[in-house]
């Protein structure tokens, strides 16, 4: 399966967001010149441990990749403040999500 075939198989999997919603703490992973490293990762490693995730990128086209959280690391900090990018357990019971602006929320089902 390529990645825009998984993309457009997994993108309606994830949950709307809601910035108002009290569920989702969001958390600047940006500092204006660069990524929050530190921060990016807490994040991921809380919702996910070590593992497994599904990444969607929504770029033109979108795709989407199975890969290791350290792995996501790296390519969510690759396009951060270019693309919204989502992350999701295998079995889509944790979410993970980054607007372009370079502001992340997570949130364990």
């Avoid at 997994?10 to 569920?23: E, K, Q, T, Y």
């Avoid at 989702?24 to 990016?40: A, F, I, P, S, Y």
């Avoid at 599904?54 to 990749?65: L, Q, R």
């Amino acid at each position: 399966m390529t990645s825009f075939e998984l993309y457009e198989k997994v993108a309606v999997a994830f949950p709307p967001l809601s910035p108002i919603d009290p569920c989702w703490e969001w958390v600047n992973v940006h500092d204006g010149e660069r990524t929050k490293l530190d921060v990016l990762t807490r994040l991921i490693d809380r919702l996910f441990g070590a593992g497994e995730v599904v990444v969607a990128v929504h770029s033109e086209p979108g795709a989407a990749f199975q890969m290791t959280t350290e792995h996501a690391v790296g390519l969510i900090s690759d396009n951060i403040l270019e693309y919204d990018i989502q992350v999701a357990d295998l079995g889509f019971t944790r979410f993970f999500s980054m607007n372009r602006s370079g502001v992340a929320t997570g949130d364990a089902r």
